[in-house]
């Protein structure tokens, strides 16, 4: 088993900055890869970006290729969302998820791979 956890969220100005967090719990935090979805008002989620299980790999949605970073402290067993110029498409519940594949550099952006996930956090951006 797998707890997730997200923070950080809240309103912000297009064009600002929030940086979410995910403290995951339970397995050995370096046992999975993470990654970051949304999903807006009466839209389907999808892929922001994902973390593999070592670090050395991130992949992003082009929507926000160059202003989203991913990281990971495995010792706080947290991965880290920053988010830059921020527009009032980003607006969306932001959820992290878990995936427990074998492959330490793999990332995947398919919504049905991850096995556990978090409860969201609202992110909303006014223009």
């Known amino acids: 088993q797998v707890q997730l956890v997200e923070s950080g969220g809240g309103l912000v100005q297009a064009g600002g900055s929030l940086r979410l967090s995910c403290a995951a719990s339970?397995?050995?935090?370096?046992?999975?890869?993470i990654g970051w979805f949304r999903q807006a008002p009466e839209k389907e989620r999808e892929f922001v970006g994902g973390?593999?299980?070592?670090?050395?790999?991130?992949r992003y949605a082009d929507s926000v290729k160059g202003r989203f970073t991913i990281s990971r402290d495995n010792a706080k067993n947290t991965v880290y969302l920053q988010m830059n110029s921020l527009k009032p498409q980003d607006t969306a519940v932001y959820y992290c998820?878990?995936?427990?594949?074998?492959?330490?550099?793999?990332?995947?952006?398919?919504?049905?791979?991850?096995?556990?996930w978090g409860q969201g956090t609202q992110v909303s951006v006014s223009s």
């Open positions: 339970g397995r050995t935090f370096s046992s999975y890869a």
């Open positions: 973390i593999s299980r070592s670090g050395g790999s991130t």
């Open positions: 998820a878990a995936d427990l594949t074998p492959y330490p550099g793999t990332v995947v952006a398919v919504t049905s791979t991850y096995d556990y």
